[in-house]
């Protein structure tokens, strides 16, 4: 008995690794970046890029995009918003598809029709719309999407009409997260 149970203990422990490993797919994952010449992922947006600043959208590099992409989309969104502001405590800043996958900069202050088509955020207007949070430090996430395909969208789309359309279509993604909080 204690033999088997000896020989169940050797063989579970060297399944271990190939139980605890999931196809990569899954994960979408991808050696693609998103990264800011103003801010470290998880540092402070500086002030210019916010509406305590000029509330222009920062400078953001585009790297190492999967060779099968043919299309990219920009979410930048703050999840820390109070429910007494937005009830379902999500604030939505940019949104930006179809941009080309050979696109390596996103210019600070770009008007983003230049770059691809540009959606509502929640304040329903087609833009950049800067970190401004009504209460404490927030979180702001610049999530980078690579697509097998380009969205076909209605003008006026939402955040959540894009995520629909993305999904089943994401090859990669990538996120940029940076931290604000107004002075008091």
């Known amino acids: 008995m204690l033999a088997v149970l000896m020989f169940l203990l050797v063989a579970a422990a060297l399944a271990l690794p190939f139980v605890l490993r999931a196809p990569e797919s899954i994960f979408h994952t991808s050696p693609m970046r998103i990264s800011s010449s103003v801010f470290e992922h998880g540092w ?3 002030v210019r890029y ?3 600043g000029e509330n222009i959208s920062p400078p953001l590099s585009i790297a190492d ?5 043919v ?3 920009l979410i930048m969104d703050d999840p ?10 999500l604030w939505v800043h940019w949104v930006i598809t179809d941009l080309d ?11 983003p029709t230049t770059l691809g088509n540009p959606w509502v955020n929640t304040r329903w207007l087609p833009i950049y719309g800067g970190p401004c949070p009504p209460d404490r430090e927030h979180r702001y996430f610049f999530r980078l999407y690579a697509l097998d395909r380009r969205l076909d969208l209605s ?10 359309a993305m999904d089943g279509h994401i090859i990669a993604e990538a996120t940029l997260m940076g931290r604000y909080d107004r002075p008091r």
Do not use: M
């Open 44 to 46: 402070l947006i500086p």
């Open 50 to 52: 916010t509406c305590d």
């Open 65 to 69: 995009v999967p060779a099968n992409t």
């Open 71 to 73: 299309s990219l989309a």
């Open 80 to 89: 820390d918003v109070p429910t007494s502001v937005r009830e379902d405590g």
């Open 101 to 111: 996958v050979a696109l390596t900069e996103i210019p600070a202050s770009v008007d």
């Open 155 to 164: 003008t006026g789309a939402t955040k959540d009409q894009v995520e629909k």
